[in-house]
């Protein structure tokens, strides 16, 4: 596959020009300034566009489960897609709260089924959002989660943010990292912590 006259913008590379991208399977064959078109190969004309590595969302809302009138993760996936996002981080204030293996177990299904990037879901630091007790972080993480937050509450109730602060790093969780995060979502939402897990 032949992507020709696209801005390209590579950072890893250092590039931000207009190139022609080669595509063999799932590398990139070469980058030049004019590719020559080989027999059969797809061209896609990106004269206009932008180029660019998979873009990474943190913080999305894909209302699975419990609200597919808003959004689930077959709409929201495509969504991400459809705007260069290869991978994104969805938000466990969903219905119930993804707290929980069972509930956990349920959206990776879907994510399995019906995801169209990769999908990384976030867990509840707190059992239903409450800000009181922590989730059951070492079994969620074993069972799939990627990163904790109490997104949309937040964790600034000084005797949580002490809990926080005191929670054992254990394996699977010791390669967490805890970083206080600032929510960039909606202006309405609190800030979150959120502590990511090893990516897969
Ligand atoms: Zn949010």
């Given at each position: ?27 990139v064959?070469s ?9 059969g190969c ?31 993760v ?5 969504a ?11 938000q ?10 069972e ?5 990776i299904?879907?994510i ?6 990769r ?12 800000g009181?007790?922590?989730s059951?972080?070492?079994?969620l993480?074993g ?8 997104d ?30 600032g ?9 979150s912590a959120?502590?990511?897990?090893k990516?897969?």
């Amino acid at each position: 596959m032949l992507i020709r006259g696209g801005r390209l913008v590579d950072p890893a590379s250092r590039i931000a020009s207009v190139r022609d991208l080669l595509i063999s399977g799932e590398s990139v064959k070469s980058v030049s300034k004019s590719a020559r078109r080989t027999p059969g190969c797809q061209v896609i004309d990106a004269s206009g566009c932008l180029v660019i590595p998979g873009l990474i969302d943190l913080h999305v809302h894909l209302r699975e489960p419990g609200m597919p009138e808003a959004e689930n993760v077959a709409s929201g996936s495509r969504a991400a897609a459809a705007g260069g996002f290869t991978t994104v981080v969805c938000q466990p204030n969903t219905k119930p709260v993804l707290d929980n293996l069972e509930t956990l177990d349920s959206l990776i299904s879907s994510i399995a089924k019906t995801a169209k990037v990769r999908v990384l879901p976030a867990v509840a630091l707190s059992k239903g959002l409450q800000g009181k007790q922590l989730s059951n972080i070492e079994d969620l993480a074993g069972r799939g989660a990627r990163a904790l937050s109490d997104d949309g509450i937040g964790t600034s109730r000084p005797r949580f943010a002490s809990t926080i602060k005191a929670m054992p790093m254990t394996a699977p969780t010791s390669e967490l990292s805890r970083t206080m995060a600032g929510n960039a979502c909606h202006p309405n939402h609190a800030p979150s912590a959120a502590s990511s897990l090893k990516s897969p």
